[in-house]
Nanobody, 131 residues
Framework: QVQLVESGGGLVETGDSLRLSCAAS????????????MGWFRQAPGKVRDFVAA????????HYADSVKGRFTISRDNTKNTVFLQMDNLKPEDTAVYYC????????????????????WGKGVLVTVSS
């Protein structure tokens, strides 16, 4: 069984910070987590799921949506099968359900093209930013 479990969401005010975590478990990830490009997407109410950030298999390369560049930082710890999203200077427009994604066939730079074909998704965590 494969699981991606997000945590760290919540209600914050404009300008605050949050750190999301995504823990990967199961047979697939126990031995090959570092083979997967990892990323974060988000979906606001009534909108489509959008790419936020991605990190390469070894963690050395990252890719961000323009809307979060300079405010969000993605990272991973392959020893703990976990990926993180540090979100600073949060804005009301960042309000959404945030989903962790794992994809075997994509690079970090192209994960945004794979939204319809991601290998594994988490169930999501809600982030609400009040104005």
């Amino acid at each position: 069984q494969v699981q991606l479990v997000e945590s760290g969401g919540g209600l914050v005010e404009t300008g605050d910070s949050l750190r999301l975590s995504c823990a990967a478990s199961g047979r697939t990830f126990s031995s090959s987590f570092s083979s997967y490009t990892m990323g974060w997407f988000r979906q606001a109410p009534g909108k489509v799921r959008d790419f936020v950030a991605a990190v390469s298999r070894g963690g050395g390369a990252t890719h961000y949506a323009d809307s979060v560049k300079g405010r969000f930082t993605i990272s991973r710890d392959n020893t703990k099968n976990t990926v993180f999203l540090q979100m600073d200077n949060l804005k009301p427009e960042d309000t959404a359900v945030y989903y962790c994604a794992a994809d075997l066939g994509s690079s970090a730079q192209r994960l945004d093209e794979r939204v319809g074909n991601i290998d594994y998704w988490g169930k999501g965590v809600l982030v609400t930013v009040s104005s």
